[in-house]
């Protein structure tokens, strides 16, 4: 799609997806999807709550997508 990259959100096939938030220093945030998913495109958004309904500080947090065997993390800021 325009101005999407090649795989940006795009699942080939059916997977168990894993899709988790953590700080800078590595600890875990919050789990945004833990389950089986069906291929094509899906948009996850984050409300910047942790797993406890709080809202986090503004800074650096990680993204890490998993989906089977592979796996991606992306870093992201957090401005407001």
């Given amino acids: 799609e325009e101005g999407h990259p090649a795989g940006d959100d795009l699942l ?7 899709l988790e938030v953590f700080d800078r220093v590595g600890r875990h ?7 089986r998913v069906p291929a ?5 958004t984050w409300d910047a709550d942790d797993a406890h309904g709080r809202v986090v500080s503004r800074g650096i947090y990680f993204c890490r997508f998993r989906a089977d065997d592979h796996a991606v993390t992306a870093k992201l800021m957090l401005v407001e």
């Fill in 40 to 44: 094509g495109r899906h948009d996850i």
């Fill in 29 to 35: 945030v919050r789990t945004l999807v833990s389950a």
């Fill in 12 to 18: 080939a096939a059916e997977s168990d997806v894993t």
